[in-house]
């Protein structure tokens, strides 16, 4: 299963937001008994498919995000809106960082409710502070209320919404965005370019400041009581 980009092999500095979104994955994969149905709803390239050996594994996708992935991993490409299964299909559902690219996110939820078996549970997550991305097909960022709204809304119950992180974490997480304000050099395409090239000794001095302000910040959330100005929410709603 070839990957564009693995998930699994980010380290928490080089990209702190997914490295929290792959944590509660991790949990949640060690938490599904064995054999269960599991969808990953908005998989991607299944990056996260070697995680459920243990389950019967299920990825679907539109194939429309990112343009470098490898959407042949996938075991269905359709619409979270209109999910081409019956009713009760899954034990559970995985949902990551999603569903702020669907326009209809009342009728995905209520979609992925449909196909929950009864007693099964939805593991979400989104970002709440993040660029827009993967356009034009980003549409919107949650609060937790939001989150917890459109769940119940949709039927499920016993929804628990989370911080992932707190405002220290925020701040680590998108100080590495100060990088993007300079020009690009080109490298990652092979076209090179004069001005982003100039532009190089400034980035690679700022780098290293950059990841040790991060482990500063990182080091000072705890601090952080309140959790509500975080870089993002996961979520556990039951049907």
Not at 126 to 152: G, N
Not at 199 to 212: E, Q, Y
Request: aromatic residues 12%.
């Amino acid at each position: 299963m070839k990957l564009k980009e693995d998930f699994l092999a980010r380290s928490k500095l080089r990209d702190i937001g997914r490295w929290h979104i792959t944590q509660f994955v991790k949990q949640v994969a060690d938490l599904l008994p064995e054999g269960g149905r599991l969808l990953d709803a908005g998989a991607g390239e299944c990056a996260y498919k070697s995680l459920f050996s243990r389950q019967r594994y299920v990825g679907i996708d539109a194939a429309i995000g990112d343009a470098r992935w490898n959407h042949h991993n996938l075991d269905v490409i359709g619409r979270l809106d209109n999910l081409p299964f019956a009713n009760d299909s899954f034990d559970a559902i995985l949902c990551t960082e999603t569903l702020e690219h669907v326009a209809r996110p009342e009728e995905t939820l209520a979609e992925l409710f449909r196909v929950l078996k009864p007693g099964g549970c939805l593991f979400l997550t989104t970002p709440f502070a993040h660029e827009e991305h993967q356009i034009p097909h980003d549409y919107f960022r949650y609060t937790s209320y939001a989150l917890h709204s459109i769940c119940t809304g949709a039927g499920f119950s016993e929804v628990r919404v989370e911080s992932s992180g707190g405002l220290f974490t925020r701040m680590a997480y998108e100080l590495p965005s100060v990088l993007s304000a300079f020009p690009e050099a080109g490298w990652k395409s092979g076209q090179w370019k004069l001005r982003g090239v100039i532009w190089l000794p400034v980035k690679a001095l700022l780098l290293p400041i950059i990841r040790m302000a991060q482990l500063v910040l990182l080091g000072l959330d705890r601090f952080d009581r309140r959790r509500i100005y975080p870089f993002g929410w996961k979520a556990i709603a039951r049907k």
